[in-house]
């Protein structure tokens, strides 16, 4: 039969004959016209080697270099490409080690399945292993090194603001995020490193090179025409001020607590302290992981961010906001007053009063220079049982939808990772607690900025960029810049002005000449500063914990809140320093000569004396060696800490020791919950 008479073998013939001279074409267009394929075909002459660009350097507001980088060479290895041949000792010889440390370490990376993968087997090689090991790196396959850069901290201040790098680890690579990482890179873990690591990291190249006839690597492969250029990491200007952030530390030295100022035209951060600080070159290097362990077990928490994590009541620092509230209501006017005999005594148990003079709650200027408890616990009561709300439910409900548009109970969007929410009670929260039976009297204590309200020294701050705004503020950030583009994509939202609720100005004018009360002529008068109007609050708040059932009273809460001046504010500022006593002591001395620092360049001669003294102080005291010890009794008896939070729920007793006790269980037994 012929080809004429079956069209179809024909047809079959044809496709045969059509695929085998498409294959002939595409071979000889990979072999002539692809050398990319040839490269990755021939790996014997030709060398890929990958090329890590430096990090993005970070700088303070006015230039200063905060983080650079510094290069060195990494010593990696693929397990499954080293011969059973090779000559260990004479690896060993180039490295400095010992054959006994070369097999744990190879056997350590073996453990963790990576024999196809390559996998950092030393650190940070001397300048005279580097030199051994190329002299000799034909003789040792499966081995490579590597370039990368080493984070430098130019000086040991802000180690929680910048953050450090570390290895990727197996659990990061799961992570859509970290999809274009390989084992053996770096990427930012904590601080400004992790929140802009796209923008530090930048893009790593790709080079080809030729290898010799000993298999070491020449030039580049054609001229370096294929390879794919590494480009560098972005740098960050920060509205952080060095000097600021170095003065702080010194000031915040033996103390527990923090601080945040910030630029209140703009949302900047010009200093945040958690103290204890610590050098953050200990996260660098070698020693990384062994410096880890120890900050992390130190018993005052050095790698806790108090300013962004930590929850304080605030004591009296919230009665300015109290008083806003109350005022823009209209439930009082500022020549509001109340017959204050030393203490508060209208919900059947008595408040007291800790500055106590004749008419200081006359009115609402006075009650704030003076701090008067019984004042504000008042006005809260009044605000909430308020005619025009139609219970006390509704009236707490719009008491927390101010304090909630104030930023308190919820995150700021910090550009630093792990901020924590405060905690701001509401009327479903008091539901729960006390089963739908409430009055204001039950929840009095709030007034004051005890029994459940809890804020971050970083919400407290940004409360005073409220004040001094007259209404408004900047989501808080450090970056000011990416790249020196202000205008970055990244930076858009923090340019953003968040309004409050409708509040209008001459309301934060009252509250503002209240302030400046405070300094002038009341409980903060350490905090004046010649010819700058300061504006500022005092706090002491209350520090219980309870174990067991037994309240275990420690040394209270020193805190302080302000803005300077207070026309044209450019500086908001809130310390925090635990276990210290009255807020005029010592967080407002610090307060206050952060603010002169930064205001005028330097301290007068006539406040030497109270620097020196909050730099000498030392304020850790024993409480902060037993709290680990509490926490883990806590845990072992969260059961009973469970049964006694519903006995209270049914009892009537309404004692300030209980409030504090619902407070501590409902917030502890929440976030555990969460963890």
Avoid at 186 to 207: C, D, F, I, M
Avoid at 549 to 571: C, D, L, T, W
Wanted: glycine letters at 8%.
């Amino acid at each position: 039969m012929s080809l004429a008479t079956n069209p179809r073998r024909y047809v079959i013939s044809l496709i045969f004959i059509g695929v085998g001279i498409i294959m002939l074409l595409r071979l000889f267009f990979l072999q002539n016209f692809e050398p990319k394929y040839k490269i990755l075909a021939n790996d014997i002459a030709i060398y890929k080697k990958v090329v890590y660009p430096p990090r993005g350097v970070i700088l303070d507001r006015k230039g200063k270099t905060l983080l650079s980088n510094t290069p060195v060479y990494d010593l990696m290895i693929t397990p499954a490409n080293v011969p059973g041949s090779l000559d260990t000792s004479e690896l060993c010889a180039s490295l400095d080690i010992n054959k006994e440390t070369y097999e744990s370490m190879l056997a350590r990376i073996r453990a963790r399945n990576l024999d196809v993968r390559q996998s950092t087997f030393m650190e940070l090689l001397s300048e005279s292993q580097t030199a051994r090991f190329q002299e000799n790196a034909y003789k040792f396959p499966g081995f490579e090194l590597v370039e990368r850069n080493l984070r430098r901290y130019e000086k040991p201040v802000a180690g929680l603001v910048l953050g450090y790098i570390g290895e990727v680890s197996q659990q990061m690579l799961k992570k859509p995020r970290y999809a274009s990482y390989r084992q053996g890179d770096y990427a930012g873990l904590s601080g400004l490193e992790l929140q802009y690591e796209e923008v530090l990291r930048g893009q790593r190249g790709v080079h080809y090179l030729e290898r010799d006839k000993f298999n070491r690597p020449r030039g580049p492969y054609r001229g370096g025409e294929l390879d794919t250029q590494e480009v560098s990491g972005r740098a960050l200007d920060l509205y952080l001020d060095m000097e600021l952030q170095e003065y702080a530390e010194k000031l915040m030295a033996n103390k527990i607590g923090s601080v945040v100022a910030i630029d209140p035209q703009t949302g900047g951060i010009l200093a945040m302290v958690s103290s204890p600080t610590f050098d953050p070159n200990l996260l660098r290097g070698k020693e990384r992981s062994h410096n880890y362990g120890k900050l992390y077990k130190d018993p005052t928490r050095p790698l806790f961010n108090r300013a962004t994590q930590a929850m304080y009541p605030p004591g009296s620092t919230i009665k300015p906001f109290t008083g806003l509230v109350a005022l823009n209501e209209g439930v009082i006017g500022s020549e509001f007053g109340y017959p204050c005999g030393g203490s508060y005594g209208a919900c059947s148990r008595k408040i007291g009063c800790e500055h106590h003079d004749a008419g200081h709650a006359a009115n609402f200027r006075l009650a704030l220079a003076h701090s008067c408890n019984s004042y504000f616990c008042h006005i809260f009561r009044l605000t909430v049982d308020y005619r025009n709300f139609k219970s006390v439910k509704q009236g707490l409900q719009v008491w927390h939808d101010y304090y909630n548009s104030f930023a308190f109970g919820r995150q700021t969007g910090v550009d630093i990772p792990y901020e924590g929410k405060g905690l701001v009670p509401d009327t479903a929260m008091y539901n729960r607690m006390y089963r739908g039976s409430w009055n204001s009297c039950t929840i009095v204590f709030v007034g004051m900025g005890q029994g459940e309200l809890l804020l971050t020294p970083l919400q407290m701050a940004n409360g005073m960029c409220i004040i001094a705004n007259k209404g408004y503020y900047y989501l808080p950030h450090f970056v000011k810049s990416i790249g020196k583009n202000e205008n970055d994509s990244l930076l858009l939202k923090y340019k953003e002005k968040h309004r409050v609720l409708d509040i209008p100005d001459a309301t934060f004018t009252v509250v503002q000449q209240a302030m400046q009360d405070v300094v002038d002529h009341g409980t903060a008068s350490a905090a004046r500063i010649d010819s700058i109007t300061v504006c500022a609050k005092t706090g002491t708040a209350e520090n219980k914990a309870v174990v067991n059932g037994e309240v275990i009273k420690m040394q209270n809460h020193s805190m302080f809140v302000a803005f300077a001046p207070r026309e044209n504010p450019k500086i908001a500022i809130a310390v925090a320093i635990e276990n210290a006593g009255f807020g005029g002591t010592w967080a407002g001395p610090i307060a206050s000569l952060m603010m002169e620092k930064y205001l005028k360049d330097s301290i007068s001669a006539r406040r030497k004396p109270v620097e020196e003294k909050m730099m000498n102080a030392h304020l850790i005291n024993k409480y902060v060696y037993t709290i680990d010890s509490v926490n883990r009794l806590r845990d072992r008896r969260i059961y009973e800490a469970k049964m006694e939070r519903r006995r209270i729920a049914d009892s009537t007793e309404k004692s300030q020791d209980s409030i504090m006790y619902r407070r501590w269980i409902y917030t502890k037994m929440k976030y555990k919950h969460k963890k």
